[in-house]
């Protein structure tokens, strides 16, 4: 029984077993496919069908500082309803007179560095792809930004410490180990260089392929760099800001990498947060 015809082929009720000639999967005689005339051969219904649709760049690319900005959200409403509770009336009057905590306003902060840096990301050529604020399944972290171009893969935690340095703190050296640790303000803050460590090893076990270049970035907004240097590395992550960042990632080689592959394996182990 003919379903459909054409002139090189048509979709039938096969009188003989046969095997699809794209997957190989075997079909019994009366089963539906597509008898190919030219090659003699046959293939499957759903080898034939369309690819599904794949979701827009703009939906899998996600919302920078989305999730940070509902925390920041969440904290200061939760505060606000707080202190309206416990003084009827005064609550407004304290609200108007008092800030949000530090641990409140840390989280608007964070947001507010995430937009900019997606702004700054967006000025790579088009050969690049980005996706922002991505869930790490299993665990409570977020990766903020992560760049996939030709010459490889770029895992990105922006920070904005508005008016502090970043600089590199190094203990050790001839007669001890070499210990590098990372100081803004003067102060300790290494665990942010654990924490890109950590996400970048996350990226390499989604992508499952040693040969791609992965670089671990901390990004620097709003920072007291010096006028001449002042990047540098802290247990082979990046320490540098937006401008000097992009320039690096437009003038390292090629290295061939499947852009759009990449991206969506990433975009499929890492959701919107």
């Not at 007669?175 to 100081?183: A, D, G, M, T």
């Not at 320039?247 to 759009?260: E, F, G, Q, W, Y």
């Amino acid at each position: 029984m003919t379903l459909e015809s054409g002139p090189d082929e048509k979709r039938m009720r096969l009188r003989y077993a046969g095997t699809c000639r794209l997957c190989g999967r075997s079909h019994d005689a009366g089963a539906d496919a597509i008898y190919e005339r030219g090659r003699r051969t046959i293939r499957c219904v759903e080898c034939d069908a369309p690819p599904a649709e794949a979701p827009s760049a703009e939906i899998m690319a996600g919302d920078a500082g989305a999730s940070a900005r509902r925390e920041y959200e969440r904290r200061r409403d939760a505060r606000e309803q707080r202190i309206r509770a416990e003084h009827p009336k005064l609550g407004g009057l304290i609200l108007a007179l008092s800030d949000d905590p530090q641990s409140t306003r840390a989280w608007e902060q964070g947001a507010v560095g995430e937009e900019l840096m997606a702004q700054r990301l967006a000025d790579l050529p088009d050969t690049f792809r980005v996706m922002h604020d991505r869930r790490i399944p299993g665990t409570r972290a977020n990766i903020d930004h992560i760049a996939i171009g030709p010459p490889g893969v770029w895992e990105i935690d922006a920070k904005r410490y508005k008016d502090k340095r970043p600089e590199l703190h190094v203990d050790g050296g001839i007669f001890r180990p070499r210990v590098e640790s990372l100081r803004i303000g003067g102060r300790d803050q290494t665990k942010l260089v654990d924490g890109v460590k950590s996400q970048v090893e996350r990226v390499r076990d989604a992508l499952a392929d040693d040969t791609i270049p992965i670089s671990g970035v901390l990004c620097f907004l709003e920072a007291d760099w010096p006028l001449l240097g002042g990047s540098f590395t802290v247990d082979a992550v990046h320490v540098v800001w937006p401008q000097l960042l992009l320039k690096r990632m437009t003038d390292a080689p090629d290295v061939n990498l499947d852009v759009s592959e990449a991206y969506a394996r990433l975009a499929e182990a890492f959701p919107v947060a």
